[in-house]
């Protein structure tokens, strides 16, 4: 058997139980790659990219309404976005129970099981669509808005396997 195989054969049989404890840092990180990896945010972005130049350039002196409109458009997915995006990271986090406690991760064959409280539930690989990550989070996308996030603080010490694992089950890169 070849070795490629034989580590496939191992890592298969192997089940890897991550401690989950979410902070805001992960739930923004999220919100900010979901945002500005979308169309609607790169659009977002350019508009203030442009904005920002026009007002760089005096376009709008002498008109209070045009400067107003161009310092606004300019903020708004550069600086305004990414604070309503914090503050809703940390509403998030206070509000919702599961975020309150550790949740427990089991990667296994058979999907990824999430116990939070007394509920568990396992999503199947077939069903996690895409995988991204960020600096501080790995993003298991269920549908085109809904993630599982496995915080990357989570996983120190078994990130090969984790790696190894996401690779070989999770379709979407």
Not at 95 to 102: A, D, I, L
Request: proline share 2%; glycine share 6%; net charge positive.
């Amino acid at each position: 058997m070849e070795q490629k195989e034989m580590e496939t054969k191992e890592m298969k049989s192997k089940e890897i139980t991550l401690h989950v404890n979410m902070n805001t840092k992960e739930l923004f990180s999220f919100m900010m790659y979901h945002t500005y990896s979308s169309l609607y945010g790169l659009g977002g972005l350019a508009i203030s990219i442009i904005s920002f130049i026009l007002l760089l350039m005096g376009y709008g002196k002498g008109d209070d309404s045009k400067l107003i409109i161009l310092i606004i458009a300019a903020l708004l997915f550069t600086v305004i976005n990414p604070i309503i995006l914090l503050v809703k990271a940390k509403g998030q986090k206070t509000s919702n129970p599961v975020y309150q406690n550790e949740m427990l991760y089991v990667l296994s064959d058979q999907g990824i099981t999430v116990h939070a409280g007394n509920a568990q539930e396992t999503v199947q690989w077939n069903k996690i669509q895409k995988w991204k990550k960020t600096k501080v989070v790995h993003m298991l996308y269920t549908t085109k808005i809904n993630a599982i996030l496995i915080p990357t603080a989570s996983i120190k010490g078994q990130e090969l396997e984790v790696e190894d694992c996401l690779k070989a089950h999770v379709r979407g890169k």
